[in-house]
């Protein structure tokens, strides 16, 4: 979508709310007291009436923009921004988009977004053959965290993060030259260097009948317990290049993006900012689309 198909829908406080409403009729509207799903509207108050309790819901409620004090056509603007490009935009960048002179709430509407797109990932997982590495990424430091004078993993200023794609291989028939195609993707934050860590993303990540290609990082030693198949090989260019080819282009472009967009990133939040740069890949065909796509993530993907 861009700037003048934007504007020419959402002109105004009521069109962004009946966008909304729209979206979220569609998915459904369940009672929190009772569990019915059958509701009047009340536009007066934007509220949808259980039919069974009598309850009311607001049109925020349960939703992204619960608690939130900034108005719908705020939220939608933002969303469009956040849509807008492929690098995104900082929580700062956003404020001064929209003019607005408190930063807090700004932050705190950017940072909501970015954790329903990790719910909405969530929701997902990868299968057939799945190619797994692990990135150091950059981020700010805490007082503890230097006082320590950790080196190497788990230094301070380096965050170990899982990156994970479902990768198709590929071979032409006619010269036998073998190529992989890449479809979905995730990447999650470490604690740590363990196996136990490693066992966890791929028990919640993986279907139990993929293929997983990894190093021959002792971290990874369970990991056959919990899929079909674990084919590890021993690091070297060629397992970079070939056959974790697109893990590590991953690494490199979420890299590239992170420190091209904001100026530093504590690691606590790391994995919001992580969340973005995966949902949109995951998205990359979806063009205008992905607008709408993230205002539905709001209404189902958020908690």
């Known amino acids: 979508m861009n700037i003048f198909t934007f504007t020419a829908h959402f002109d105004s406080e009521e069109a962004c709310r009946n966008h909304f409403k729209e979206e979220r009729d569609k998915i459904g509207v369940k009672c929190k007291r009772c569990g019915h799903t059958e509701h009047f509207w009340i536009k007066s108050r934007w509220s949808y009436e259980c039919k069974a309790c009598r309850s009311r819901t607001s049109l925020r409620s349960g939703t ?10 705020v939220w939608y603007k933002t969303i469009f921004l956040m849509t807008a490009t492929k690098k995104g935009f900082s929580s700062k960048e956003i404020q001064k988009q929209l003019g607005l002179k408190r930063y807090e709430p700004v932050w705190a509407m950017v940072h909501k977004l970015r954790r329903a797109m990790g719910n909405r990932d969530a929701r997902y997982t990868l299968e057939g053959m799945i190619e797994m590495d692990e990135g150091y990424f950059t981020v700010e430091s805490s007082e503890v965290e230097k006082s320590k004078g950790k080196r190497g993993r788990g230094a301070a200023g380096k965050s170990n993060v899982a990156i994970m794609a479902e990768s198709a291989q590929l071979e032409d028939i006619d ?13 999650k934050v470490l604690e740590d260097h363990k196996a136990e860590g490693i066992n966890t993303i791929v028990k919640e990540n993986f279907d139990e009948r993929s293929i997983v290609l990894s ?11 919990y899929v ?3 084919i590890s090989e021993k690091s070297s260019e060629g397992l970079t290049k070939e056959t974790l080819r697109w893990v590590h282009i991953t690494i490199s472009n979420a890299k590239r993006n992170l ?12 994995q919001l900012y992580l969340n973005e740069f995966i949902y949109k890949l995951n998205r990359r065909y979806f063009g205008e689309k992905l607008f709408d796509r993230l205002v539905i993530a709001g209404i189902t993907g958020y908690d």
Do not use: P, W
């Open 175 to 187: 010269t036998g030259k073998k190529t992989s195609q890449c479809r979905y993707f995730k990447a």
């Open 64 to 73: 992204i923009m619960q608690g939130s004090n900034l108005s719908f056509l």
């Open 259 to 270: 420190l091209g967009n904001y100026h530093k990133i504590k690691g606590k939040y790391l």
């Open 228 to 230: 079909e198949l674990h």
């Open 215 to 225: 190093d021959d990082s002792t971290s990874y030693v369970d990991i056959s317990d």
